[in-house]
């Protein structure tokens, strides 16, 4: 039992057992995706354990039929941490760094401002703890500005040895959870939607590269890229079908992780972002300060640089900008 628990869990092991990888063909929140993963997961890796600040109904963290972890109980596996952001995560990178325990933790994406210093001490400490963070953008919606995250994104992709994953459906979801899980001394944030998303038929096992190219342009001589995340990615391939009905051939490059992609060596950086094709549009619900590594000074972005609003979540999406019309509309001006 000690070694089973002490064990590092190799990516290869996460990646070749099929049925983690197994889900149907609906459209679903990468929240719950997430849940069902964990679910699917907490069956083989009994060393895994966490919990969330009061909202695992809402983040879908919980670990079904495994009980809680009590004062007078220590088999339970769900940890009710209560409304106490930075001290859970404290607690989670104490668990992690004792050792022989896997831990995750959760809140809403824009409450990790109340657990930074702890997320920082995770990178700084090579701590691999598990953040899952959820409603993730602006289409939370009638919550408003206070809940709807903007500059969140920019801040923690900004911190040394922190990885970020922002998934589009399934597959990117999962591709996020056998990352983190075997990673050894990096925190990973798995940034996840509250609303549905499309499953995403072209999304595939590329996605552990961190970014890929999710649909192909139609010839070798195309005109550009369009560059999303997440909930963005089914825009981005949408936008994709209606550029080329206008006669104008682009890629279409999921960024599932910056700094996972960041790692690949040059030669696969070059295949999917090749340096010849200058003209580039990327599009994420979320501040713009990141993207310009990949667009450059004479790259376009449809993204958030002012907070959100209190409206249904589709109408605040589309006053930003967040609209096959839009997109295509600024890729070709």
């Given amino acids: 039992m000690w070694e089973e628990y002490h064990r ?13 990888w ?3 063909d609906k459209a679903i929140a990468t929240r719950s995706i997430s849940g069902t993963i964990l679910n699917k997961l907490k069956e083989d890796y009994p060393q895994l354990i966490g919990g969330s600040a009061d909202l695992a109904p809402s983040t879908k963290t919980e670990m079904v039929n495994e009980g809680s972890f009590q004062k007078e109980s220590y088999e339970g596996r769900n940890i009710h941490f209560g409304v106490r952001e930075h001290a859970m ?28 210093p702890a997320l920082r001490l995770s990178a700084l400490s090579q701590v691999p703890l598990i953040y899952i963070m959820t409603h993730d953008s602006i289409v939370v919606g009638e919550d408003g500005p206070t809940h709807q995250p903007i500059e969140q994104l920019a801040t ?33 944030v798995l940034v996840l939607s509250r609303q549905n998303l499309p499953n995403l038929k072209q999304s595939s096992k590329e996605a552990l590269k961190g970014g890929y190219i999710i649909s192909k342009e139609q010839g ?14 089914s825009l981005a ?18 960024m599932l992780s910056m700094e996972v992609f ?33 667009i450059g000074l004479d790259g376009k972005h449809i993204t958030i640089d002012r907070f959100g609003h209190s409206a249904p979540g589709e109408k605040v999406y589309e006053e930003y900008g967040f609209t096959v019309e839009n997109v295509v509309k600024v890729y070709t001006e």
């Avoid at 590092?8 to 983690?20: C, Q, R």
């Fill in 237 to 254: 391939i949408d936008a994709q079908a209606e550029l080329l009905k206008q006669g104008i051939d682009v890629r279409v490059v999921s």
């Fill in 89 to 116: 995560a404290g607690v989670g990178n104490g668990i992690v760094t004792h050792g022989g325990l896997k831990s995750y933790v959760s809140t809403f994406f824009v409450f990790t401002d109340f657990l930074k």
């Fill in 156 to 188: 923690i992709r900004s911190q040394p040895n922190t990885q970020v994953f922002r998934p589009a459906d399934y597959t990117e979801t999962m591709a996020s959870w056998a990352l983190a899980l075997s990673d050894t001394r990096t925190p990973s």
């Fill in 262 to 294: 960041n790692a690949q060596d040059a030669a696969y950086r070059e295949s999917v972002l090749p340096n010849d094709k200058r003209k580039r549009l990327a599009i994420e619900a979320g501040a713009s300060q990141p993207w310009f590594q990949y």
């Fill in 22 to 24: 197994e889900h149907e």
């Fill in 8 to 20: 590092d869990i190799p990516l290869e092991e996460l990646v070749n057992n099929e049925s983690y």
């Fill in 220 to 233: 070798s001589d195309f005109d550009g890229i369009l560059i999303a995340s997440g909930s963005e990615v």
